[in-house]
Structure formats: C-alpha cells, structure tokens
C-alpha cells in the first residue's frame, strides 16, 4: 500500500506542478504589478484594522488561521530535505518562490473575500464558491470541494500528527499512541468549538511560535556568526550554478527550492483561501494584502531561519537524486529531515536541542490540524448547504479525529504519501482556476487601487467595479452608502 501511495504522489508531484506555480506567481506578479511588493506598507498597515462581528473575524485572526495553516512540519523537515536535495541553492529559489507566491496568494485570497456569502451566522468562502461563482462552473466547483473536503479531512491530517508523534517520542520516550490520545482530546475541545474558538487559538498560538522559533534563529546566528559571509556566498554561488561543489546541481536546486516553498507556504494552492472568505473586511483586496503576507512570515521569515540555522552550523548532508555518493556528507547515516535542525539547535543548546525542536513542531503541526479542519467543514458546508450543523458535520468531526489518531500510530512514509496525493491535487485545480479568474480579480484590485488614490478608505462596490454575481457585496456596499 504504502509504495502504491507513494508512486502516485510522484507523478503528481512532478516538475510539471513545480514549474506551474512558479509561472503562476511570476505571472500574477506582472498582471498586478507587483501586487506584493507595491503595496508591502500597506499589508503591514492592514494587520492592524480590527474590524470583526458575530458573524466574520479580523484580519488579524484570519492571517493567524492561514499562518497556522502554512507554518507546520514543512517549516523544519521539508526545508531541510529541499537543502539535503537540491544543495543550499535551493534556499534561494525558495525565497523567489515565495516572492513572487505573494501574488498568487493575494489573487486567491481576494477572490475568496469577493465570492463569500453569509451562511448561517458565519462568513463561508474557499475555492468552490469563488469556482461556481466566477467560473460558472458548478460541476467543477463540487469536484473541487470534494478534493478538498477529502484532502483536508482524511489525508493530509496524518502528516502533521505523525510527526508530532515522532518527535515526542524521539525526545521524551513517550508512545506514540499517548500522544495521539493528547492530540486528539485538545483538538476535540477547538473544533466542537466552532471558528470562533479556532481563530482565538491561533491568534494566540501562531505569533508566539512564529516568533520564539525565529529567536532560536538568532541566538545560533550569534554563536556562528563567523560563518554567516560563506553561507551567504554558497546561497548564491550554487543557486547560479557557479559553486565548486554544488555548480552540477542548479536544476535540483531551482526545483526542490520552489518545491518546498509551495509545500510550506501553499501559495496558489486554495488552503488559504476558507480563512480569508471569514474575514470582516470593507473590500476583499484588504485580506488578499494581508493573505500576500502571510507567505513572506511562512518563506522568508520561518522557513529562511531553519535554513539559516542547518546552514551555519553545517548540520547536513546533500545528496542529490541519482548520486551515488554524498556532495556533502557532515552527518554520516542522518537521513533528511528534522534531525538536520535538531543537530543544528544542539551546537548551542546541548540536549535541550531536540526538546526546542519537538515543541516547535507540536505548535507548528497542530495549529496546521485546527486550520485542516476548518477548511474541510467549510467544503463540506458548500456540499450541503442547508445541513450546516446537522449529523454530517458531527461524522466529519469524529472522522476527522480517527485520522489524526491513527496518522500518530502508522507509518510516516504512508501519511506522507497520502498528503502529497491531496496536497498536490489541489495545487492543480486551484492555479488553474484562479488563472482563469484573472478578469474579476483584477478588476477588484482596480477599484482599490483608485479608491486609495482618492484618498479614502476603500469599500467595495462589484456593480461598480464590474464583477458579477457577487451578491454578498452587494447588499454590504447599500448598507455603507446609508451610513
């Protein structure tokens, strides 16, 4: 089972996924013009709105619901294996990915906050809304949130409780099964609470994470600081190919580089999307700022540091796929992955480095499973509309904590698998779709580029701006106009 999985997460995640997202980004940031680095004060600025209602949350709340769906095991493993792979080059072309990512996750976010609707008394968006409201394309919109619900629900849930699992018991010799207990009873409490409860606890868990892990960072940058001119060097020599060691590997580098970073930060690939839909915003461009974000705190700021830290202790190996023997061997027998980042934090905190590493990864990955859920009962509520809270949303909230349960207790190499499978089949759907949404999008971002210009806070009017079917803004913009 475990080798069938993985051979159909192979050929989905080929170079052909890779090189779409990266042209998909590229191509979005020219549409905008350079949405992402334009308006960079303001998504800063943005952060700090605090509207919210009994129905939407803030902006804040939202971008901690998308971080903390961004920032899990892929932070530290998968930068890890992108370096162990592709060379440190790969660092490189992991920051560009997540460069010109902003503006894919802007493009999907706005989309999200312009195709919302109001369902119960909660805000619901994601990529099936925006797909049947913009595309027209109710067929395509159901399959979309079954991959979705199905992806979110059941296989990719395993990846981050399996890795929890591991490295508490790598660190603290406690089973696997324990663990899953533990996940399991704190994770029933946040989603029998419903969004509201998600969205406090990410408020609260995502920044301190974000932020504590990041001090790690600095202190081991301090201790190895001698180091920082060559590690910066190596960066850049191997991404171009000018490197002695790593100059044969550019191709690897560029692709596992874009590779993790799409992983990581799911720019384009419609996770965001569902927290961003719950927002309370005056225009949708605000959230798709604040969303745009977001991928730079996940890339360049969290994935960046675990680079950093690997790099400068030189704590890993790098062997590219086909060598037969290592480029770089500083760690004989260490397979990539978290252990790179655990070698890395103990140059400086002895065997206190492993105990770092794990709690990280228990805020990382269940932060990931609060957002998972979320995102697979709003698909499951586009499903069947007018059975919000009726016996399925019980039956997805008892499946859902099986699979966490049983991701702590089975093989990595399945959960992984069965993750890449979902993952990836969403990153196709929904680059193509929000590529084909381009017109509505932009037009949206037109409005708010000439409301800011008149100097006044921008409320958005689709009649006005010329989008269509989007009914919620509709009746927001006749309320505002009464005001």
Same mark, same amino acid.
């Given at each position: 089972?475990e080798?069938?999985?993985?051979?159909?997460?192979?050929?989905?995640?080929?170079?052909?996924?890779?090189?779409?997202?990266?042209?998909?980004?590229?191509?979005?940031?020219?549409?905008?013009?350079?949405?992402?680095?334009?308006?960079?004060?303001?998504?800063?600025?943005?952060l700090?709105?605090?509207?919210?209602?009994?129905?939407?949350?803030?902006?804040?709340?939202?971008?901690?619901?998308?971080?903390?769906?961004?920032?899990?095991?892929?932070?530290?493993?998968?930068?890890?294996?992108?370096?162990?792979?592709?060379?440190?080059?790969?660092?490189?072309?992991?920051n560009?990915?997540?460069?010109?990512?902003?503006?894919?996750?802007?493009?999907?976010?706005?989309?999200?906050?312009v195709?919302?609707?109001?369902?119960?008394?909660?805000?619901?968006?994601?990529s099936?809304?925006?797909?049947?409201?913009?595309?027209?394309?109710?067929a395509?919109?159901?399959?979309?949130?079954?991959?979705v619900? $199905?992806?979110?629900? *059941?296989?990719?849930? &395993?990846?981050?409780?399996?890795? @929890? =699992?591991?490295? %508490?018991?790598? !660190? /603290?010799?406690?089973?696997?099964?324990?663990?899953?207990?533990?996940?399991?009873?704190?994770?029933?409490f946040?989603?029998?609470?419903?969004?509201?409860?998600?969205?406090?606890?990410?408020?609260?868990?995502?920044?301190?994470?974000?932020?504590?892990?990041?001090?790690?960072? $600095?202190?081991?940058? *301090?201790?190895?600081? &001698?180091?920082?001119?060559?590690? @910066? =060097?190596?960066? %850049?020599?191997? !991404? /171009?190919?000018?490197?002695?060691?790593?100059?044969g590997?550019?191709?690897?580098?560029?692709?596992?580089?874009?590779?993790?970073?799409?992983?990581?930060?799911?720019?384009?690939?419609?996770?965001?999307?569902?927290?961003?839909?719950?927002?309370?915003?005056?225009?949708?461009?605000?959230?798709?700022? *604040?969303?745009?974000?977001?991928?730079y705190?996940?890339?360049?700021?969290?994935?960046?540091?675990? !680079?950093?830290?690997?790099?400068?202790t030189?704590?890993?190996?790098?062997?590219?796929?086909?060598?037969?023997?290592?480029?770089?061997?500083?760690?004989?027998?260490?397979?990539?992955?978290?252990?790179?980042?655990?070698?890395?934090?103990?140059?400086?905190?002895?065997?206190?480095?492993?105990?770092?590493?794990?709690?990280?990864?228990?805020?990382?990955a269940?932060?990931?499973?609060?957002?998972?859920?979320?995102?697979?009962?709003?698909?499951?509520?586009?499903?069947?509309?007018?059975?919000?809270?009726?016996?399925?949303?019980?039956?997805?909230?008892?499946?859902?904590?099986?699979?966490?349960?049983?991701?702590?207790?089975?093989?990595?190499?399945?959960?992984?698998?069965?993750?890449?499978?979902?993952?990836?089949?969403?990153?196709?759907?929904?680059?193509?779709?929000?590529?084909?949404?381009?017109?509505?999008?932009?037009?949206?971002?037109?409005?708010?580029?000439?409301?800011?210009?008149?100097?006044?806070?921008?409320?958005?009017?689709?009649?006005?701006?010329?989008?269509?079917?989007?009914?919620?803004?509709?009746?927001?913009?006749?309320?505002?106009?009464?005001?």
């Open positions: 089972m080798s069938i999985v993985n051979n159909i997460a192979g050929y989905i995640w080929s170079d052909a996924l890779v090189y779409l997202a990266l042209l998909v980004g590229l191509y979005f940031t020219v549409v905008t013009r350079g949405v992402q680095f334009r308006y960079f004060s303001e998504m800063i600025r943005l700090k709105e605090k509207n919210t209602s009994h129905t939407g949350i803030s902006s804040f709340q939202a971008f901690c619901m998308s971080l903390s769906g961004r920032i899990g095991v892929g932070n530290i493993a998968g930068v890890a294996t992108a370096i162990a792979t592709g060379g440190p080059g790969a660092v490189f072309w992991m560009v990915m997540a460069l010109l990512g902003g503006a894919s996750a802007f493009i999907e976010s706005t989309l999200a906050q195709y919302k609707e109001k369902t119960g008394s909660e805000y619901r968006g994601g099936p809304f925006y797909i049947e409201k913009g595309l027209k394309l109710k395509f919109a159901i399959f979309v949130a079954f991959v619900c $199905l992806s979110y629900g *059941v296989l990719v849930p &395993g990846v981050q409780a399996n890795t @929890i =699992a591991a490295s %508490f018991e790598n !660190a /603290f010799n406690l089973p696997t099964w324990v663990t899953g207990a533990i996940i399991v009873v704190l994770l029933a946040l989603i029998f609470g419903g969004i509201k409860r998600i969205a406090r606890a990410a408020d609260l868990m995502v920044p301190f994470m974000a932020f504590g892990y990041v001090i790690f960072m $600095l202190i081991v940058l *301090v201790t190895h600081v &001698g180091n920082l001119p060559d590690v @910066i =060097a190596v960066i %850049f020599k191997s !991404a /171009f190919g000018i490197d002695a060691v790593f100059g590997i550019v191709g690897t580098a560029i692709s596992w580089g874009v590779r993790r970073a799409v992983f990581s930060n799911v720019a384009g690939a419609g996770e965001a999307t569902f927290s961003s839909a719950a927002a309370e915003v005056s225009h949708p461009v605000k959230q798709g700022l *604040v969303q745009g974000f977001s991928v705190i996940d890339t360049v700021v969290v994935c960046t540091a675990t !680079a950093i830290m690997i790099l400068l030189g704590m890993y190996n790098v062997i590219p796929p086909g060598a037969t023997t290592p480029l770089v061997e500083n760690m004989p027998g260490v397979a990539a992955g978290t252990a790179f980042t655990q070698a890395a934090l103990a140059t400086v905190f002895g065997n206190l480095g492993p105990i770092f590493v794990s709690i990280a990864i228990f805020f990382f269940f932060t990931c499973l609060m957002a998972y859920y979320y995102i697979a009962e709003t698909t499951l509520v586009y499903l069947n509309k007018k059975m919000e809270s009726n016996v399925l949303s019980l039956i997805l909230k008892v499946v859902f904590l099986v699979v966490v349960y049983m991701g702590s207790v089975k093989s990595a190499g399945l959960m992984w698998g069965l993750g890449d499978i979902g993952f990836g089949s969403m990153c196709y759907l929904n680059l193509i779709a929000i590529v084909l949404l381009t017109k509505p999008a932009l037009a949206t971002l037109k409005d708010y580029d000439y409301q800011k210009s008149q100097g006044i806070d921008p409320v958005f009017d689709p009649r006005k701006a010329g989008v269509d079917n989007a009914d919620f803004w509709i009746e927001y913009a006749d309320k505002a106009a009464k005001k």
